[in-house]
């Protein structure tokens, strides 16, 4: 147990369904990351939050939209997905400004779009 | 830009044996590097973290190397166990002064220890 929490930890949608990502973190922490892991591939940075605000936004599609309504809990809303999408999400914290800004990882969720 | 590079991408190794995994970075301006562990299907552990002013961290059996102007890092498993069988994820931190607050990843170094 990291102290960040995932769920789904497995989700499978179809090309037209809207679904929701949750991530939750426990640690205090004030920023939050969403990572996008496809097979064979490095971890992509998709965005990150500092204090609730959105300071980074790797180039993502708009069917992927975050939302982060506090320092604790991060969302990321799924709509019209692509089979390409398919992928491991990882969601991290860490605490911004507090020296080694070490992060720490959720388990991630296992996404499937047929 | 920044890019991670892992060698060897996978390796099996007979249990007991010592070993080392490799991590070179393009842009030696870093904050700090981290190993970190994932298990299939699952999140990721940190196992060290480098600060730039620091040349190496050890955690039991695991001491990283980090050598910041040639833009290399080093993470050696020392005895190792099949329990050590996972992917290892070297990745830096940019500057804090640039504002980026995000990792940039390697593809990771799979590992097999056989028993």
């Known amino acids: 147990e990291t102290g960040v929490t995932q769920t789904p930890r497995h989700l499978v949608m179809g090309m037209t369904n809207k679904k929701s990502l949750k991530c939750e973190q426990h640690?205090?922490?004030?920023?939050m990351y969403w990572y996008k892991q496809s097979a064979k591939k490095p971890l992509e940075l998709m965005f990150v939050?500092?204090?609730?605000?959105?300071?980074e936004n790797n180039s993502v599609p708009s069917r992927f939209s975050p939302e982060c309504p506090n320092s604790s809990h991060l969302f990321l809303h799924l709509h019209t997905l692509q089979p390409e999408d398919s992928a491991l999400y990882l969601c991290?914290?860490?605490?911004?400004?507090?020296?080694?800004?070490?992060?720490?990882f959720g388990s991630g969720t296992q996404l499937s779009v047929l | 830009k920044q890019e991670v590079t892992q060698i060897p991408a996978a390796l099996s190794v007979p249990e007991g044996e010592n070993l080392v995994l490799n991590c070179s970075f393009t842009?030696?301006?870093?904050?700090?590097l981290q190993w970190f562990r994932q298990d299939p299907g699952k999140g990721l552990t940190s196992l060290l973290l480098?600060?730039?002013?620091?040349r190496e961290q050890t955690s039991g059996r695991l001491n990283a190397s980090l050598d910041k102007s040639s833009g290399r890092s080093t993470l050696y498993i020392a005895a190792s166990q099949p329990g050590d069988s996972a992917t290892y994820l070297c990745?830096?931190?940019?500057?804090?002064?640039?504002?980026?607050?995000?990792?940039?990843f390697g593809s990771g170094t799979r590992l097999q220890v056989q028993p």
């Open positions: 640690l205090g922490h004030n920023a």
């Open positions: 842009d030696s301006a870093i904050y700090n």
């Open positions: 991290a914290s860490s605490l911004a400004g507090a020296g080694e800004e070490k992060l720490f």
């Open positions: 480098i600060q730039s002013s620091q």
């Open positions: 939050y500092n204090f609730k605000e959105q300071t």
């Open positions: 990745a830096v931190k940019h500057p804090l002064d640039t504002g980026r607050r995000a990792l940039t």
